[in-house]
């Protein structure tokens, strides 16, 4: 008589999983909202299942000041994801040569990235690159190689891998919109955390890593082709990011498919309030919400004094100058009014003389395209800038 077949594994209950995934993060990360511990556990899940999406959102635990957390959350998450390789000042070429090595794909873990990005860091655009390009399944990154007759060929690498980082201060604008960010914070005297031991509790996320990678086997029918849907006012980039994420907590169930959505809208209205894109979309958003309140028109003089005067705002030393009027026409001149033409200063009648100025009327179009939904409780105007006859 033949031995029985051997039976397959029974399917892990995900949701289960996910809660004690969830618990492991708690018992070492302080994080700054319930939101980021669902993100961060579904992310941790997501690692397992990249070829199942077209896009992998990057992970950013950032933060103001050192000593918030941020390398202790990427150990922990070090111990969750598949071929974790911690990448403190890996080059970009060693990078997208160990995502080609056909032994597996790395999940890449980049701690201290401000050395990277940081002011005094310098552009490091193809590392840059890379992370961007990565970001998408069909992501390659070419480079030439030599070839048996010695000379050159275009080869193209592939790029797409999970990626997480820590680091100060923020990320190129690039990556932070291809990323779910954690700012990190440090712990109030009241807030208490288990010492992470990584010769003890290194076993122990092994052991939920490895049950995320069986329970992961038996998800690709459910998360593979899947469309979750998305929260109200999550499109775009932010829809791309958290794709991912929402399928993973449709597939497990429970409350997690509620609580994963609150977590969307929780993080992308937090992305959208703390980071103002580019340096331009900044302007628009400052002369929005801060210097042409209630009016109309402006004159320049008025406008480059209101806006060198904000605190919190970078206008007052860009590079050691502060915003002059050939920047703030350079810098505006790249958007458009709602007739198609480039936002100009006009001439702006004011106590008898005629003066160079900005009318709001021009910039709305640019308002409505590019900036974040303006405050709940809209600022009053600031004294004296009534408008203008």
Avoid at 3 to 12: G, K, L, N, T
Avoid at 109 to 136: C, S, Y
Avoid at 350 to 379: F, M, N, T
Wanted: glycine residues 6%; aromatic residues 6%; charged residues 25%.
């Amino acid at each position: 008589m033949s031995a029985p077949a051997p039976q397959s594994s029974a399917p892990i209950d995900g949701a289960a999983l996910l809660d004690e995934v969830e618990r492991f993060h708690r018992r070492f990360n302080v994080f700054p909202s319930e939101a980021a511990y669902v993100a961060v556990t579904l992310w941790d899940a997501h690692a397992h299942l990249l070829d199942c999406f077209d896009s992998t959102p990057r992970l950013a635990f950032l933060s103001p000041e050192p000593g918030s957390g941020k390398s202790r959350a990427l150990e922990v998450v070090e111990t969750l994801v598949p071929e974790p390789m911690t990448a403190v000042n890996a080059s970009a070429a060693a990078l997208f040569r160990s995502v080609s090595n056909p032994n597996g794909r790395p999940t890449i873990l980049f701690d201290e990235i401000d050395t990277v990005f940081g002011p005094k860091a310098g552009d490091n655009e193809e590392l840059r690159g890379f992370l961007n390009a990565g970001h998408r399944r069909t992501g390659v990154t070419y480079r030439c190689v030599a070839d048996a007759a010695g000379g050159q060929s275009v080869q193209a690498f592939p790029s797409y891998c999970g990626v997480a980082v820590a680091g100060l201060g923020n990320l190129p604008d690039t990556i932070m919109t291809r990323s779910v960010i954690i700012r990190m914070r440090r712990r109030a005297r009241n807030e208490k955390v288990e010492p992470f031991r990584a010769r003890i509790h290194e076993v122990e996320g092994h052991k939920l890593r490895d049950q995320l990678a069986q329970w992961a086997e038996h998800a690709r029918g459910f998360v593979m082709g899947a469309w979750p849907e998305m929260p109200e006012g999550v499109a775009d980039r932010p829809a791309d990011v958290w794709e991912p994420l929402l399928a993973i907590a449709d597939a497990v169930g429970g409350d997690w498919p509620e609580r994963a959505r609150e977590a969307c809208v929780t993080l992308v209205t937090a992305s959208r309030a703390n980071d103002k894109g580019s340096l331009g979309i900044r302007l628009l958003a400052d002369l929005r919400d801060h210097v042409m309140v209630g009016i109309d028109r402006l004159p320049t003089v008025a406008i480059l004094d209101r806006l060198n005067a904000l605190d919190d705002a970078p206008w007052a030393d860009l590079q050691g100058k502060p915003l002059d009027n050939r920047r703030l026409s350079k810098m505006l001149a790249d958007y458009m009014t709602a007739d198609n033409e480039p936002i100009a200063s006009r001439n702006i009648k004011a106590a008898g003389s005629v003066l160079k100025g900005y009318y709001a009327a021009d910039l709305h179009d640019a308002w409505q395209r590019y900036c974040p939904p303006p405050p709940e409780s809209p600022l009053p105007p600031l004294p004296g800038t009534e408008t203008l006859a």
